[in-house]
């Protein structure tokens, strides 16, 4: 559904490719935003309902006896905290939907689950898109179709405007190589993004699954007694800051994966809304 509103959000005069590419560029990385912040609500959702449930449980430790006010008092706190958490979660979903229907005319709810994913980009496939950058991003297949017209126009009528002498010709492709290396820095930096984006996502995703076992350990403590309720109220929280630190992570990740392609122009061919076989 995304997809299929990329194609009108550009002005008509831009080339029809680099139109896509760019649209489909930034429609991407928003969709990719909302996406997160749409689990990372549900995420926050989840961890102030189960502080809740745990808060029921030792309001009636504490009628029986079995555990003490202030327990009760930092659980609230944390509760309090959870719920903070949730507010803004909601914020952030706001903003990056409003920014989506901006961009797509969309409805954020419209946004389907499950966005397709891209998978690692290996050294092969990096190589492979740092060469179709620098024919790609800096347009050089639109500047040399010009360029051959307006040659074109000048052989068959030397007083069309338009041509131009070897010295023009000496500018414009000293212009044309100075833009293949800003495209080459520009590919660069975004594949050093790249790199840094999967080691964020490991470490975070280490840290997340160290997070899920303390936090199963306090549950099982605090269930049959042994461990304090404040105490698994923080293996609750450490969980779900891990897990919406994860998300972010991955969100970031598959981001800059897409930029690499959208650098090297070709995401409309990734997402199969340019014809494989066709020229430009």
């Known amino acids: ?20 590419n760019r649209i489909l560029d930034t429609v991407l990385e928003t969709s990719l935003q909302l996406d997160t ?23 009636a430790r504490v009628e029986a006896g079995q555990a003490n006010q202030m327990d009760h008092r930092k659980v609230t706190a944390r509760l309090a905290s959870s719920r903070e958490a949730v507010t803004q979660a909601v914020g952030e979903w706001n903003r990056v939907g409003r920014r989506f229907t901006q961009l797509t005319r969309l409805l954020p709810a419209q946004l389907e689950t499950g966005l397709e994913t891209l998978g690692p980009v290996l050294t092969d496939e990096m190589d492979r898109l740092a060469l179709a950058c ?25 007083a069309c405007e338009g041509g131009c002498g070897p010295e023009d010709f000496g500018a414009w492709l000293s212009n044309l190589e100075s833009t293949r290396a800003q495209a080459a820095a520009d590919f660069s930096s975004a594949r050093e993004s790249y790199l840094q984006a999967v080691l964020n996502f490991d470490r975070e995703h280490a840290c997340l699954v160290r997070a899920r076992s303390l936090r199963r350990t306090a549950d099982t403590g605090f269930r049959l007694n042994t461990r304090s309720a404040p105490d698994f109220a923080d293996a609750v929280l450490e969980e779900s800051r891990r897990n919406h630190a994860v998300l972010m992570c991955q969100s970031q990740r598959q981001a800059t ?12 061919r990734q997402f199969g809304l340019i014809d494989p076989a066709a020229g430009y």
Do not use: C, K
């Not at 994966?257 to 409309?268: C, I, V």
């Open 1 to 20: 559904m995304v997809f299929s509103a990329v194609r009108d959000l550009a002005p008509a005069e831009e080339p029809a490719l680099r139109r896509v």
């Open 257 to 268: 994966g897409y930029h690499l392609y959208a650098l090297a122009g070709l995401l409309p």
């Open 134 to 158: 620098l024919s790609t991003h800096a347009d050089v297949q639109f500047s040399l179709s010009q360029r051959a017209q307006a040659w074109a126009a000048r052989r068959t009528d030397p």
């Open 37 to 59: 912040a749409r689990q990372q609500l549900q995420n926050a959702i989840s961890t102030q309902r189960e502080l809740e449930i745990v808060l029921e449980m030792l309001a």
